[in-house]
């Protein structure tokens, strides 16, 4: 079965460089989730997307970006890129909101390592 | 401020046994919780859910129970497998999309 790919799997950038990550939910899914998990951390919702439109916001710093495409791809734009940055981001996807039929439970992707050197 | 809490960062157990994984959270208007399993190298993969209008929710060798009144809810594995050895997320929701998940705890089943 088709799942959640992120790409890349890993990425290494500078200080104050910018970078893309991008996410490609389950087929017929509408809703995608970027978090971040730092290490030894729970992960940390940052933004959701329903539908193309943003649906929630979480921890996400104004440096940070992102959007959902007519395909339902997300990307997430990172710029002015810090120390702290360096994390496991995920993405996931979901068919449907909490409440609907199918529950809204996530499916997350691999994840896109990035270290900011 | 950590809203959902795994207080157990690792957790042994024997091949055959049970093993329950804990969690708690804070904020009393969660009403939607799961489990996810976390391998090294991949994305979490979703285990089970309970809503909070039932207090168990069984699949397979899988039970989570919920307990609103503690803000309490437990993962049982039984029998436990060397193959469920992983790091368990517990994830919990307030009629939204957006999930707080706990720090995590790393089971390991010893063959």
């Known amino acids: 079965a088709a799942g959640v790919i992120q790409s890349p799997r890993h990425l290494i950038k500078e200080k104050r460089e910018t970078a893309t990550l991008k996410c490609y939910p389950i087929p017929r899914h509408d809703t995608v989730y970027w978090y971040q998990q730092g290490p030894g951390q729970d992960p940390q919702f940052l933004i959701s997307f329903y539908e193309k439109m943003q649906s929630d916001k979480g921890s996400i710093p104004d440096r940070f970006s992102a959007q959902q495409f007519s395909d339902y791809h997300s990307e997430l734009n990172m710029s002015s890129l810090e120390l702290g940055d360096s994390a496991l981001y995920f993405c996931?996807?979901?068919?449907?909101?909490?409440?609907?039929?199918?529950?809204?439970?996530?499916?997350f992707g691999a994840g896109t390592r990035l270290s900011v050197l | 401020d950590q809203q959902v809490k795994q207080n157990s960062p690792s957790l042994s157990v024997q091949e055959g046994r049970i093993s329950i994984l804990n969690c708690d959270y804070t904020?009393?208007?969660?009403?939607?919780f799961l489990w996810y399993k976390k391998y090294p190298a991949e994305g979490p993969t979703f285990l089970i859910s309970i809503s909070s209008i039932k207090d168990k929710n069984e699949d397979g060798r899988f039970t989570v129970f919920l307990n609103k009144s503690a803000k309490h809810l437990s993962l049982h594995i039984v029998p436990s497998q060397p193959g469920d050895s992983a790091v368990y997320f517990c994830?919990?929701?307030?009629?939204?999309?957006?999930?707080?998940f706990g720090t995590g705890t790393s089971l390991t089943v010893i063959p």
């Open positions: 994830a919990a929701s307030a009629t939204g999309n957006q999930f707080y």
């Open positions: 996931a996807s979901s068919h449907g909101r909490l409440g609907s039929m199918t529950g809204g439970i996530q499916y």
């Open positions: 904020n009393s208007m969660f009403d939607y």
